[in-house]
């Protein structure tokens, strides 16, 4: 299916079209012409084509427009209307409209809808080679919120030098997982996009994947998981493997240390002298009431047992929780308070 350039007048501005404000940023664009133009393709819509190719086109001249800079700049200044007649560049800091013998004017030329959107998926039409049949998409992206996913574009990389058939080089992503999800375990699941043989394996056809990740409590920065051969084909070579590398999110509270959970805790120099008590939200959201009898001096750590992370290797084990503390001395001190003190402490 082959979408016609989209220049036709529709009452709604290009910010509009994709939902977006005037300060969105090249992010929130992507963003919003994923979710849309996932939604709107001919080929999603086959009950309703040519109501879905007008949103489809105008989606797509949106986003052409918006993520063109010089294009962009034109419109926020002078609007579609003027975008579409002959005005000065923006660049060139002229100013107002000219008739004739100009010779810095901006001709706008409208892109086509497919080429805006096969682009933007690496090249390649996710609908393709689908066979029309609108539940083959449904198959393979089960919900608007996976269609809404990153997709990681799993093309090739320089090949590896090892024995037996070579074979790309490791596709590599970060997984970022929070301390919660480190703790005590989750699924993930990213959506991928490749290319892949026919039935008849003839030719390449694109496909889009979600893949499952179930992560194990206990697992740290830098683990790896590999999806083999997971990568696009790429002549003789096999293709690379997928690997993602689990990266961690700073907690509010917690800092790890192998599997040893580390917090800091701000206490008065009154609470460090007279007992203390810490409240503590841990990873699997039970609240633990700590209490500090002993004086706390600068420098002083309480440990507690089997609270810190799950150890990988010894299923049932979990590291320690450090309890650090930041005294807060008073700035001032009254004459009578000091006499007290001095008369308590000797």
């Not at 290009?14 to 090249?26: C, F, H, I, P, S």
């Not at 034109?74 to 004739?100: C, H, M, R, W």
């Not at 480190?182 to 039935?199: A, E, H, N, Q, Y």
């Not at 083999?228 to 999110?249: S, T, W």
């Amino acid at each position: 299916m082959k979408g016609g350039p989209c220049s036709e007048p529709q009452q709604k501005n290009y910010y509009e079209v994709l939902r977006v404000g005037k300060n969105a940023t090249d992010k929130d664009l992507r963003k919003a012409f994923r979710r849309l133009a996932m939604k709107w393709h001919p080929d999603k819509n086959p009950t309703d084509e040519a109501k879905a190719r007008v949103k489809f086109n105008r989606i797509c001249e949106s986003f052409a427009v918006l993520m063109d800079p010089h294009t962009r700049a034109i419109v926020d200044i002078y609007g579609e209307e003027g975008l579409k007649k002959n005005i000065p560049n923006v660049a060139s800091g002229t100013q107002g409209f000219s008739n004739g013998g100009a010779t810095n004017m901006h001709r706008y030329q409208p892109r086509d809808a497919e080429e805006v959107f096969n682009e933007f998926f690496g090249g390649v039409n996710p609908f393709a080679g689908l066979g029309g049949d609108p539940n083959i998409w449904k198959h393979h992206c089960l919900t608007e919120e996976e269609i809404a996913m990153p997709v990681i574009m799993a093309g090739d990389t320089s090949p590896q030098k090892k024995k037996g058939p070579r074979k790309s080089g490791d596709l590599e992503n970060k997984l970022l997982c929070t301390l919660e999800e480190l703790f005590s375990g989750c699924i993930r699941k990213v959506k991928i996009s490749r290319s892949v043989m026919d039935p008849g394996r003839k030719t390449l056809v694109p496909r889009q994947e979600i893949l499952t990740i179930q992560v194990q409590p206990g697992w740290s920065k830098g683990t790896k998981i590999t999806f083999p051969e997971m990568g696009n084909p790429q002549g003789k070579l096999m293709p690379a493997d997928l690997v993602f590398i689990i990266d961690e999110r700073p907690h509010d509270t917690f800092k790890r240390e192998g599997d040893n959970l580390v917090t800091v805790q701000k206490i008065s120099l009154t609470d460090a002298l007279i007992g203390h008590t810490v409240t503590l939200k841990t990873c699997d959201g039970r609240i633990l009431n700590i209490p500090c009898s002993d004086v706390i001096h600068p420098g002083y750590e309480k440990v507690i047992q089997n609270e810190g992370m799950p150890i990988l290797k010894e299923p049932g084990k979990k590291g320690n929780l450090h309890i650090k503390f930041d005294l807060k001395f008073p700035k001032h001190l009254t004459p009578d308070q000091k006499t007290s003190i001095k008369k308590i402490l000797g």
